[in-house]
């Protein structure tokens, strides 16, 4: 999957308000930022977890810590039997994560550039994904500009591509939570068999791909 999405604050109210998010403060906040939020790995972003029974908005690092040295962050997750994630695949740790759109880089581009895909709704909403969370204690900054102490983060969970994402990216797609009832079965799922069933890529009809934009390196 990509590593990277976007939130367009004017749909935070919606968000808000349509899907029983606590966290007002934070739609204040981002319903008046001018610009689209970009959201690239070990960036701060939104999450929904659930916590008595509300859907709670919560700031969250992207990406599980590397599961060995030299790796990159765990970003997404698609293997579910990896000790990386076995472990926070219960309720408690399951998240969804929303969003406006997500970039994949063309693999048709020529060699030395850079074309990102964005996918999106085709009814133009936004949408979440299902992710899992994890509290781990660390350092996620630079050697310049260290962070370290207590973090949480969140992994996006990924399937294979639909026929629309496939031509641009063959290997994954994160997986789309479209409605209120898709984020409980995914929240709530009495059984991890019951969530994991919800491993699967969006309808064909149910995206669509925007005109490529460039990116910078």
């Known amino acids: 999957m990509c590593n990277l999405y976007t939130l367009r604050p004017w749909?935070?109210?919606h968000l808000v308000q349509h899907h029983r998010l606590i966290g007002r403060e934070w739609a204040?906040?981002?319903?008046?930022?001018?610009?689209?939020?970009?959201?690239?790995?070990n960036h701060q972003a939104a999450v929904v977890v659930d916590q008595d029974d509300q859907r709670v908005v919560r700031e969250m690092l992207w990406g599980f810590p590397p599961f060995k040295a030299g790796a990159g962050l765990g970003t997404n997750f698609r293997t579910l039997n990896n000790r990386l994630w076995r472990d926070w695949l219960d309720r408690k740790h399951r998240c969804v994560v929303p969003a406006s759109a997500f970039a994949e880089p063309d693999k048709n581009t020529p060699?030395?550039?850079?074309?990102?895909?964005?996918?999106?709704?085709?009814?133009?909403?936004?949408?979440f994904f299902a992710g899992i969370w994890r509290?781990?204690?660390?350092?996620?900054?630079?050697?310049?500009?260290?962070?370290?102490?207590?973090?949480?983060?969140?992994s996006i969970m990924t399937t294979e591509p639909n026929g629309i994402v496939e031509p641009v990216h063959e290997k994954a797609m994160p997986v789309l939570l479209m409605t209120s009832d898709d984020i409980d079965r995914w929240l709530h799922g009495?059984?991890?068999?019951?969530?994991?069933?919800?491993?699967?890529?969006?309808?064909?009809?149910?995206?669509?791909?925007?005109?490529?934009?460039?990116?910078?390196?």
């Open 11 to 13: 749909e935070v109210r």
């Open 28 to 41: 204040e906040v981002m319903s008046t930022r001018n610009d689209t939020l970009d959201v690239y790995p």
């Open 111 to 127: 060699k030395g550039s850079k074309e990102w895909r964005w996918f999106e709704r085709a009814d133009g909403q936004p949408f």
């Open 135 to 154: 509290p781990w204690t660390g350092d996620r900054g630079t050697k310049k500009a260290p962070k370290v102490g207590d973090h949480t983060l969140f």
């Open 190 to 217: 009495s059984s991890l068999e019951e969530a994991l069933a919800m491993q699967k890529p969006a309808p064909d009809d149910a995206i669509v791909m925007r005109p490529p934009e460039k990116k910078a390196a």
